[in-house]
């Protein structure tokens, strides 16, 4: 190993304009394998002893050129860091391949199994209704106001467990509109509220946590000073942005 | 890592992606939505909104929200495409000393590249909190008819949102490239229904 390393060396020095595109197989003596590569090396072990044989004969320039030994030394060394840093990067991208395959694994189970723990409280309410629906209203002692009141127990319950998981409700009836978390459905002319609040929630929004569900189905008052507006705009404020588009 | 961002602007919805690990990544925005509606809105502050909630606002603020700028894109006041759009829509469009047509909101008058700009700058810093790095290059795909003035304006909005348009690339195009990239299942037509 150490002999052909050298002869590399010596090569490298004795024909520095040999262009190393030259095919090693081609001209095994040709000492142009200054490539470091794992693989060319590899594949030489036929050349390998006509190498050795050139080293041998142009031993004698070995001596001649002072340092020779200390370059040989340098090469086996880089070459040496060469495969183990190639080896560590090989090692690294197996690594990232497996950790990206787990970390979809881990997405897909996530998502498909996430729901797990919430879907297990929701049971207790699903009891609560398996229970009401025991009696119809055909039942004995059947009670239209005392399935009402247990109605709004359960209703509560399942808010509560939802609210604990994170939910908050948006119901903006007579708060100033706000596009962040309301979805103004249609204007409607009123004296009696501000301009921009909203008169009337249609669809209540929810959110989770500091993210929005659903925005909240609204309509906002339109003070009747500002009708005024859209009218000298002529028949241009009749269209919505929703329409024509492709 | 240098990130270069390939945008879909569209006329009703825009979309961001960025390649990552070989693959490409839709960018969620804010909400959580993988698309953004190409709609602005100026509030009376002059606040701008952008997406989603320009688009919750329209009805109570039809003069001042823009949506569709796409189609005023390069495109002169006087030409029969802006003539014939002139009609639908709730917003104020001028005519600009180059003859362009622009957008009037509350007296200040926008190019529709900085309309446009607003929404990429929006998008483009989705991706910025999404990678948690500064992204200044992107890729913006543009319908297969656009001429030369259309494509000069999208790169022009780039420029104001703070993005090198490396390329525009046309949207058909950019469908093909998608299945060259391995979301081809059997035989595939790429058409663009405009």
């Given at each position: 190993m150490g002999k052909k390393k050298?002869?590399?060396?010596?090569?490298?020095?004795?024909?520095?304009t040999e262009s190393s595109a030259m095919e090693p197989v081609e001209a095994p003596e040709a000492p142009e394998a200054i490539e470091v590569d794992g693989p060319v090396l590899e594949e030489e072990p036929e050349g390998m002893g006509l190498v050795e044989e050139s080293a041998v004969s142009e031993s004698e320039d070995e001596d001649l050129i002072p340092g020779t030994t200390d370059l040989a030394d340098q090469m086996t060394q880089l070459e040496r860091e060469t495969h183990e840093l190639k080896e560590t990067l090989l090692r690294k991208m197996a690594e990232f391949e497996n950790l990206k395959k787990r970390t979809a694994r881990e997405k897909v189970e996530a998502v498909r199994y996430g729901t797990a723990e919430v879907l297990t409280r929701l049971l207790e309410v699903v009891d609560n209704f398996d229970r009401a629906l025991l009696l119809t209203p055909d039942s004995e002692g059947f009670d239209v106001y005392s399935f009402y009141e247990g109605m709004k127990l359960i209703s509560k319950h399942l808010l509560d467990i939802l609210k604990g998981e994170g939910l908050i409700e948006i119901a903006p009836a007579g708060e100033p509109f706000d596009p962040f978390f309301h979805e103004a459905m249609m204007r409607e002319e009123s004296a009696d509220f501000p301009d921009n609040t909203v008169v009337e929630v249609f669809q209540k929004g929810y959110k989770l946590k500091d993210r929005l569900l659903?925005?909240?189905?609204?309509?906002v008052a339109l003070h009747p000073e500002k009708v005024v507006e859209p009218e000298e705009m002529g028949d241009q404020g009749e269209s919505t942005p929703e329409e024509n588009e492709s | 890592m240098n990130y270069i961002l390939g945008i879909d602007l569209g006329t009703t919805n825009s979309c961001v992606a960025i390649f990552e690990n070989q693959s490409p990544v839709i960018v969620p925005n804010k909400e959580g939505s993988r698309i953004t509606p190409s709609v602005i809105g100026f509030t009376e502050k002059m606040e701008?909104?952008?997406?989603?909630?320009?688009?919750?606002?329209?009805?109570?603020?039809?003069?001042?929200?823009?949506?569709?700028?796409?189609?005023?894109?390069?495109?002169?006041?006087?030409?029969?495409?802006?003539?014939?759009?002139?009609?639908?829509?709730?917003?104020?469009?001028?005519?600009?000393?180059?003859?362009?047509a622009w957008v009037e909101i509350m007296g200040k008058q926008?190019?529709?590249?900085?309309?446009?700009?607003?929404?990429?700058?929006?998008?483009?810093?989705?991706?910025e909190q999404y990678t948690g790095t500064e992204i200044k290059q992107a890729i913006v795909t543009v319908p297969a008819y656009f001429n030369d003035a259309q494509r000069q304006a999208t790169k022009d909005a780039g420029t104001i949102a703070g993005l090198e348009v490396l390329r525009i690339v046309n949207e058909p195009t950019a469908a093909a490239l998608s299945y060259d990239m391995g979301n081809l299942r059997?035989?595939?037509a790429v058409y663009d229904l405009i």
């Open positions: 050298k002869n590399k060396a010596l090569g490298n020095d004795a024909v520095p659903r925005p909240a189905r609204v309509k | 701008v909104l952008v997406g989603h909630i320009a688009r919750r606002q329209a009805i109570t603020n039809p003069q001042n929200t823009v949506f569709g700028i796409k189609r005023l894109m390069g495109r002169k006041f006087d030409s029969s495409e802006v003539n014939s759009m002139l009609r639908t829509l709730p917003f104020e469009v001028v005519k600009a000393e180059n003859g362009d926008y190019s529709p590249q900085e309309i446009s700009s607003l929404i990429l700058k929006d998008l483009k810093e989705n991706a059997g035989k595939v």
